[in-house]
């Protein structure tokens, strides 16, 4: 391909993120075989040196005067999508579009996206963002940062990002943002500094690195930092903190364990000193470049979870909750040689999938055929009867958090089988994102529709039992539209559905739970469940989908067993967030759940027979959910009902240890999962665990009898250092089984296998 890269920001020399960050995209772009061409719009000033090199790297240099006395301001506080792009500066540009043809047109930050309407039909679009600008001088002044740079409304940025055909955002999160947004699809390009990892360094003493520049966010996260290190007991393990860079004048004067370093030449040379990096980075925006680099350059780094947004991180040490939290970290480092392996490697481990996932976005500028099928994607048709939207309950939560990951893969359409109030629809929309719609189909008001079945419907027992004609109709009447590439069922009780015509040519049921399990194990326990269905039936309707997707391994291997090639695990997955500290005495045990009989059944358990033994260590039992309802007139001492919650976010940080004593359900239990990826020490029951693999004594506790768990509950009160190995294992293994990543692969599949067919390809019969 040949293509134009438009950029305010120079690729040489690459003393700054931003600068590192194209460069390295053009490289890519180079080594892929294309033509790169560079339009240096001259915003920033650079020597004769750095021209001449970009004009040696570069397959053309085009460079572009600018004038920036005619930037504008003109919605007051905040700037118009194109004050930063004035009239002579579209001349420029329109004369380049008018001189040659471009198979591919990249414009870097969205302040420069009207270059992209100046070129002909044809030309594939893409803006690289850098960073989200709706706003973003409040974002800065909150965290007391220096404006000096683009801001505007999310209308302004919404609309320069319709002007391009492909959206690059530089980490996930910020993707998520973008796709709310657009129109246009958003794709996720990270970025790796061009930089061969570094050999330890050959020095007396261990060092601790900080490097930074010199802005007031810096500034704070290393004084707090620096204030709970403990300087003294450094210099009894042997080290020293050294800090380089602008950030030096928050240091102080030297001292031992001290040693400010001021400016350094390259940053390898800084790294090459050093045996671990910290980064306690408590706020700002875009992907934290400094983490990025150290890692590049093969150096153990400790920080926090903001230090290490988007990278895919597992370990407690690369998710702190703060600066103070880092700061405990490094001065475990310094005394405990085993820990300093465990960061060695695991810092090791992510620097290695980091560049791997890097590699793999990447890909798809390998031609201009593999970029248009990231613009031309599949759409699939999402059929439920949940709100999902609302994300109060354990099913609402897995189809929401489910279906922010599909959208980043594939275009997804809803059909709502219910009736919707007024305010349903914008807060479907924040789930499915701008290129999303949501479908309803309120059904028959006199309930549902046993008939007319259409003689192509050839339904089991089951289905018949749960066939609605209205809902059947209104699936046909999407479904006519010919552009769904699959249709995705929630739950097996809408399996009637994959005998709708005309049949996407991918059904895929989302199974939840294996139903005839479920029914099998409420039996055993007297209790009888609302759906009735046995295995053999179940799984003869499974094998009228093309996919199913199961939530936990344990399903998946049964289905993956009895359906070979047509099982793909999707589990319930939560994004990165920080590992809880560990308090020196336990003040909240904590259960949260709906109204189900399962959960008011084992918190009735757990408050009769665990609570009595555990009462006297002083700890409080605070339950949150629609379970408070069955319990709202007992009188147990320590017990605190909460009540449903708009948010549990505060419930569960304020949380020591989580239980889950349910004794009876299936499926995989999301608010088990919810402790897992935060971090909280937890105590489960066999059915609290269930698809739980390879964790129980390093991730969490299993009691298998009331002894056992009482037991289990008494020693993590006790004990802070129990809580807190188990709280690291819990957030490693939360991470890796239901981080995003484990999402992502099986969003991937499925648009893979979507992408693969023709939305007008007959579908195997049902």
């Known amino acids: 391909m040949r293509c134009l890269v438009i950029s305010p920001t120079p690729t040489h020399p690459q003393d700054a993120g931003n600068r590192q960050r194209i460069h390295a995209l053009l490289r890519a772009l180079q080594g892929f075989g294309h033509r790169v061409e560079f339009a240096f719009v001259r915003r920033e000033a650079v020597d004769e040196a750095a021209l001449e090199a970009m004009d040696r790297a570069w397959d053309a240099l085009h460079l572009i005067p600018y004038d920036r006395s005619a930037e504008r301001r003109s919605l007051g506080e905040t700037h118009a999508l194109d004050d930063w792009f004035p009239p002579a500066l579209e001349e420029a540009i329109a004369a380049l579009a008018g001189a040659a043809s471009y198979d591919l047109v990249l414009v870097e930050y969205v302040f420069l996206s009207r270059a992209l309407e100046l070129f002909p039909a044809g030309t594939l679009r893409v803006l690289d963002t850098h960073d989200v600008f709706t706003d973003r001088h409040l974002r800065l002044e909150a965290l007391g940062l220096p404006i000096g740079f683009f801001h505007t409304t999310a209308e302004e940025e919404a609309r320069g990002l319709d002007r391009a055909d492909l959206v690059l955002a530089i980490q996930d999160d910020e993707r998520q943002v973008l796709e709310a947004m657009t129109r246009a ?51 009894a393990a042997g080290a ?18 001290v040693v400010p370093m001021g400016g350094v030449g390259e940053p390898a040379d800084f790294y090459a000193g050093m045996d671990v990096v910290v980064n306690p980075h408590e706020g700002g925006t875009g992907l934290k470049i400094k983490t990025v680099e150290a890692l590049a350059h093969g150096r153990p780094v400790i920080g926090t979870a903001e230090a290490f947004r988007g990278l895919g991180a597992r370990a407690a040490f690369h998710a702190a909750p703060d600066a103070a939290a880092t700061a405990e970290h490094a001065r475990r480092w310094a005394r405990d040689p085993r820990f300093r392996r465990d960061v060695a490697v695991e810092s090791a481990a992510l620097a290695a999938r980091y560049a791997r996932e890097v590699r793999r976005q990447l890909a798809p500028f390998r031609s201009r055929e593999a970029l248009q099928a990231l613009i031309d994607r599949p759409v699939a048709l999402l059929v439920t009867d949940i709100p999902f939207w609302r994300e109060a309950l354990g099913n609402q939560a897995r189809i929401s958090a489910m279906l922010r990951f599909l959208r980043a893969e594939m275009d997804v359409e809803t059909l709502f089988l219910g009736p919707l109030e007024p305010e349903d629809e914008a807060r479907a929309a924040a789930v499915l994102g701008r290129r999303g719609a949501l479908i309803a189909s309120p059904g028959d008001p006199a309930g549902r529709q046993a008939s007319p079945v259409p003689s192509h419907a050839r339904l089991t027992p089951f289905e018949r039992g749960h066939f609605d004609a209205t809902h059947f109709a209104a699936l046909e009447a999407a479904l006519e539209t010919g552009r769904h590439a699959a249709v995705i069922l929630e739950y097996i009780r809408l399996s009637y559905l994959r005998h709708a015509r005309p049949a996407a040519p991918l059904r895929v049921l989302d199974t939840h739970d294996v139903m005839a399990l479920r029914v099998a194990n409420f039996e055993h326990f007297g209790r009888e469940h609302f759906l009735r269905i046995g295995l053999l039936e179940e799984l003869g309707i499974m094998d009228g989908f093309e996919q199913v997707l199961a939530i936990q391994e344990t399903e998946h291997a049964l289905l993956g067993g009895a359906l070979p090639g047509r099982s793909i695990l999707l589990p319930h997955a939560l994004p990165d967030l920080p590992c809880q500290n560990t308090a020196p005495a336990v003040r909240r045990i904590v259960f ?7 959960n008011r059944d084992g918190l009735r358990w757990f408050i009769e027979q665990a609570w009595p033994a555990v009462a006297d260590l002083g700890a409080e039992l605070h339950v949150a959910g629609q379970v408070c309802t069955a319990f709202a007139r007992a009188r147990v001492p320590g017990l605190v009902l909460h009540g449903e919650l708009e948010s549990t976010e505060a419930f569960l940080d304020a949380a020591d240890i989580g239980i889950n004593p349910v004794f009876y359900g299936g499926g995989l239990k999301i608010k088990t999962v919810e402790y897992l990826c935060r971090g909280l020490p937890a105590v489960l029951t066999e059915e609290g665990a269930f698809g739980l693999h390879g964790g129980e004594g390093s991730a969490y506790l299993v009691g298998r009898s009331r002894a056992a768990y009482v037991a289990h509950l008494r020693a993590l009160i006790r004990d802070p250092q129990l809580r807190r190995r188990l709280g690291e294992g819990a957030l490693q293994f939360g991470r890796t089984r239901f981080g995003p990543a484990a999402a992502r692969a099986a969003c991937r599949t499925l648009a893979a296998l979507a992408g693969s067919v023709r939305p007008d390809a007959a579908p195997r019969p049902a």
């Open 185 to 235: 699809p958003v794709a996720t390009l990270g970025f790796v500094p061009e930089a061969a990892p570094l050999p330890p360094g050959a020095h007396e003493g261990l060092r601790i690195g900080y490097f930074g520049s010199g802005n007031p966010l810096n500034g704070h996260a290393l004084a707090r930092f620096m204030e709970r290190l403990d300087i003294a007991g450094l210099r």
């Open 240 to 257: 020293a903190l050294h800090v380089a860079g602008g950030a030096t004048r928050y240091a102080g004067p030297a001292r031992p364990g």
């Open 592 to 598: 949260l759940g709906g109204d189900s009989p399962m």
